[in-house]
């Protein structure tokens, strides 16, 4: 166990173990930051398992018990999503003012209390909408979305891609408790275990909260669990000018950078939404998988996510971010490519789609967050990651709707997928539009000094 300095005022002392005294104290083996992606991590598998993507095993039970259409429920799933954009930039600009280990805490308690009062008190369709708008506003709080990623860019500069990168890894863990919903469900019944997960939320995810800090410096420590030697240098110093010292939104937003970005991204996820809302029936329809085999075709494009979700951080850590953003969108482009030139008849045929589009999907995941810090500072971080998830997840809704639209219209899912194919080749100039590294650190120093 460990002691850590308090207050704003506390110079760097190394923690101490309990019974330890300063003479003897050695410096934690481990930086405490990557104590706050495990929790990020734990948190968002948790939340991807009950909430995301496990909330699935749960509709064709509440269906039998009440008679309700498919569409009924699904509905709520789409309110959830859309609340989640239409919350995130007030989210940001709340963990700019307050800091974002209350939002965590609140909202783990308000998603808690919302996934019990869904399990026991649902008794008709207008109850089950309140109580999952209550469940949607709390995750709203707790996910990888903003508040997590504003925290783990306070506490790592130089390996801010690779944290990032690990802590939204939590959604391709949490994918495999719909195996475990299922069993549960058959043999509690699906209020009990809705209510049961939301106690472990309020619990687990509470004692998460707890172990995040909203910054090092007040508790002694640099950036990437830097000694005082090097915190001191000029190096780090200059870069911590540069995150300190950072854009205010109002400048962030007159940036034509950060309008590529949202450009950018938004696009990606036209094309990745899309695919991942009817990748099912598209392995079903078009290529003619049966729906078992179809559903591990989905199981596999989550797991092999993680490699574009760690890559990405890990390359934008050491390499020229455009570069990598260039490369996500070709490798999506191409995914797209190979899809229309091979029949692919088996899931051995059809691993290069799958393995190339997860990794170019799962590489725009930690994007927003290490770009937002990256190009524009911590001064106003939580406000501009939560506007370009706002903006994505606006742009994400339209992916779906254009697939199911050309489905009904044609039959099958053959010019959707052109349409992907073209924009995301398109979108890989669009990174070259923006300023290299140098030139945005250029321009923040201009900034600093003249304010």
């Not at 090092?216 to 990437?224: H, I, R, S």
């Not at 494009?301 to 990598?324: E, H, K």
């Not at 809704?397 to 073209?422: D, H, K, R, S």
Request: glycine share 12%; with cysteine; aromatic share 12%.
């Amino acid at each position: 166990m460990c002691t850590w300095p308090t207050g704003r005022s506390a110079r760097w002392e190394t923690p101490l173990l309990v019974g330890e005294t300063p003479a003897v104290a050695a410096r934690p083996r481990i930086f405490y930051g990557w104590y706050i992606v495990g929790a990020s991590i734990f948190s968002n598998a948790l939340l991807s398992g009950i909430v995301f993507s496990g909330f699935g095993a749960f509709i064709i039970p509440i269906e039998t018990t009440f008679g309700w259409s498919r569409s009924a429920i699904s509905g709520a799933l789409a309110i959830r999503q859309f609340e989640s954009g239409l919350l995130a930039p007030g989210i940001g600009f709340v963990v700019d003012r307050f800091g974002a280990r209350r939002i965590i805490i609140g909202g783990a308690l308000m998603t808690g209390l919302g996934l019990m009062a869904l399990g026991w008190l649902t008794t008709g369709i207008a109850t089950f909408y309140f109580f999952f708008i209550i469940v949607a506003i709390g995750t709203s709080g707790i996910s990888h979305s903003v508040t997590w990623p504003v925290i783990i860019t306070r506490w790592f500069r130089r390996k801010r891609g690779t944290a990032i990168g690990l802590a939204v890894m939590g959604p391709t863990i949490g994918t495999a408790l719909v195996i475990l919903n299922t069993t549960l469900e058959e043999q509690f019944g699906w209020r009990n275990v809705i209510a049961g997960y939301g106690l472990l939320v309020a619990v687990l995810i509470t004692l998460m909260g707890l172990i995040a800090r909203d910054r090092p410096e007040p508790y002694g420590l640099a950036p990437d669990g830097d000694p005082p030697a090097l915190a001191g240098s000029e190096a780090s110093i200059r870069a911590a000018a540069h995150d300190a010292g950072g854009l205010t939104l109002v400048q962030v937003l007159r940036s034509p950078s950060f309008w590529l970005l949202t450009l950018y991204l938004g696009g990606m996820f036209v094309s990745s939404s899309g695919f991942l809302s009817h990748e099912l029936p598209y392995f079903v329809d078009d290529l003619g998988f049966s729906a078992r085999s179809a559903a591990v075709m989905v199981t596999l494009t989550f797991a092999f996510s993680a490699i574009g979700r760690i890559g990405a951080g890990t390359l934008m850590d050491r390499m020229d971010y455009r570069l990598v953003m260039a490369g996500s969108s070709v490798l999506m482009a191409l995914s797209f490519a190979y899809a229309q030139a091979v029949d692919m008849r088996t899931g051995w045929a059809a691993q290069p789609l799958v393995i190339g589009f997860a990794v170019a999907f799962g590489a725009n995941i930690p994007m927003r967050s290490v770009l937002g810090a990256m190009m524009f500072g911590n001064r106003s971080i939580g406000s501009v990651i939560g506007i370009l998830n706002g903006g994505i997840v606006g742009a994400g809704l339209t992916g779906p709707l254009m697939l199911g639209l050309i489905f009904t219209w044609q039959g099958n899912y053959n010019t959707g997928v052109w349409v992907m194919l073209v924009l995301s080749m398109a979108l890989a100039v669009v990174p070259f539009f923006m300023r290299s590294r140098r030139e945005l650190e250029r321009t923040r120093d201009a900034v600093r000094v003249a304010g």
